[in-house]
């Protein structure tokens, strides 16, 4: 086409737009009226333009994201079918949930062997054996495998170190120092603050700071001289940053953005430029146990928030995950939501997002807020002080309330719990787990920071009523 259709219309500035708007009100107060205030201090607009919006450089993950199918690992050998099951169905990758040691050559046997040549195995560890993990890493060194250790978080969450402060960094020390180019040992879990209530910009401060604590232990071990260059750069290179997703569309792509930035701002401080690894999952927060197929669809927008904000694998998680144990149907349609999406909806990477004026400016707004609160962390002494002080927990505490008062209020929505419930929806006789936060009194060295889902409170009025 010669003539572009739009050729034929003047150009409107933003500075007409907003008249022609508040003419239309007649009256009214524009920011009062159309401008909504999130609880990240962020005040959305009711147009963007090109005049004003805000935009920063983004590492672009230009490689298509990867399905990861989590497997909790209960007998080895179980593990080892259903994970070479969901490669053959689809998937690329494998995350390993553990609590204890296990037979890591039954685990893993023939996983590489299959079709699928570049498979990437995931580890959740909720413990730490130095013995076993040195044996797991030299039988593995060959492969793509993530340890996904992270000391911090299991304090942060749990209250307390895998042992203590001295022995788990030592322990940690002694697998850094085994890193090779095809493992990545560290990992931060940003998945702690979300499913907490953190709001978007102190998960990516938190997340930012939590990680900076990791470079400043293995800048240290590099200037004492137990750590090569190389393998300083490789053990930056290969961490990993496991992010929830959460149900806020738009604010879910700019945060994944916007940390993709602040993470190559930081590490340029350690004369280094890699992109960050990142791996993502729907959120628990916002998920019920009414209507439970509702959730099929969070965690599909979720899924599209995570591919359009350029994560690099996405494990997804079952609609009826919260109180139905891991069962066939639920994980396949959780991954198949991941193959639609990838497959015939084409949505691959994040190229769609690029220079579109209001997730450009949402990034750009995220990103400095997120900064500010970095610095105001590190001036303070850093994020293990402020964790040891519980200015963190108090911050995402404040944040949560904040947010449980809205859906308790109605104004933050969950269809099928606070919005058109289905009275006749019995839930009761099906609970093959419990849904519900379990208190635990014990003694730790810090307050942990707790996931909690929104409709726990409701849906036990509800269940009681049953």
């Not at 022609?20 to 009711?46: H, M, S, W």
């Not at 580890?123 to 013995?131: K, Q, R, T």
Request: hydrophobic residues 40%.
């Amino acid at each position: 086409m010669e003539n572009f259709l739009f050729d034929e219309f003047q150009n409107v500035s933003a500075k007409q737009w907003k008249q022609k708007i508040q003419f239309d009100l007649k009256g009214a107060d524009y920011n009062n009226t159309l401008l909504t205030n999130t609880r990240e201090g962020i005040k959305v607009k009711p147009f963007y333009h090109h005049d004003t919006y805000k935009q920063l450089s983004v590492p672009i993950n230009k490689d298509d994201f990867e399905i990861c199918q989590s497997i909790y690992v209960n007998e080895e050998k179980t593990a080892n079918l259903l994970a070479k099951d969901a490669l053959i169905r689809g998937a690329k990758a494998i995350k390993f949930i553990v609590k204890k040691d296990f037979n890591f050559k039954i685990l893993i046997q023939k996983l590489f062997a299959t079709p699928n040549e570049k498979i990437k195995i995931y580890f959740e560890f909720h413990f730490i054996d130095e013995s076993f993990i040195l044996q797991l890493l030299d039988f593995v060194q060959k492969n793509n495998i993530y340890l996904n250790l992270d000391i911090i978080g299991n304090l942060a969450k749990n209250g307390n170190w895998f042992s203590d402060s001295k022995k788990d960094y030592n322990t940690l020390a002694t697998f850094l120092k085994s890193t090779n180019s095809n493992t990545g040992i560290l990992a931060v879990n940003a998945s702690i603050y979300q499913n907490a209530g953190a709001n978007i910009v102190q998960q990516i401060a938190y997340t930012i700071s939590h990680a900076n604590e990791y470079l400043n232990f293995i800048y240290g071990l590099y200037k004492k001289n137990e750590l090569q260059h190389k393998q300083f750069e490789l053990l930056v290179k290969n961490m990993q940053f496991n992010f929830s997703i959460g149900g806020n569309y738009f604010f879910e792509i700019a945060k994944i953005r916007a940390f993709r930035v602040l993470w190559k701002l930081l590490i340029n401080a350690y004369d280094l430029d890699f992109s960050a690894n990142i791996f993502a999952e729907p959120s628990s927060r916002n998920k019920s146990i009414y209507d439970y197929n509702v959730n099929m669809l969070r965690t599909t927008t979720e899924c599209m928030s995570a591919i359009l904000g350029g994560v690099n694998t996405i494990s997804n998680l079952a609609y009826d995950n919260i109180f139905h144990k891991k069962n066939e149907f639920g994980e396949r349609i959780a991954r198949n939501q991941l193959i639609i999406l990838k497959e015939e909806s084409k949505l691959k990477n994040s190229d769609f997002v690029n220079g579109t004026y209001y997730i450009e400016e949402l990034t750009t707004e995220i990103a400095e807020k997120s900064l500010h609160i970095f610095k105001e962390i590190e001036k303070s002494g850093g994020f293990l002080k402020q964790l040891f002080e519980g200015t963190i927990q108090r911050k995402i505490h404040e944040n949560a309330q904040k947010e449980q008062e809205e859906f308790d209020n109605g104004t933050d929505v969950l269809i099928g719990v606070n919005k058109y419930p289905n009275k006749e929806d019995q839930i009761k006789d099906t609970l093959e787990l419990y849904p519900f936060l379990r208190t635990n009194k014990r003694e730790t060295l810090i307050k942990p920071i707790i996931a909690i889902r929104l409709a726990e409170k409701m849906e036990k009025i509800r269940m009681k009523a049953e």
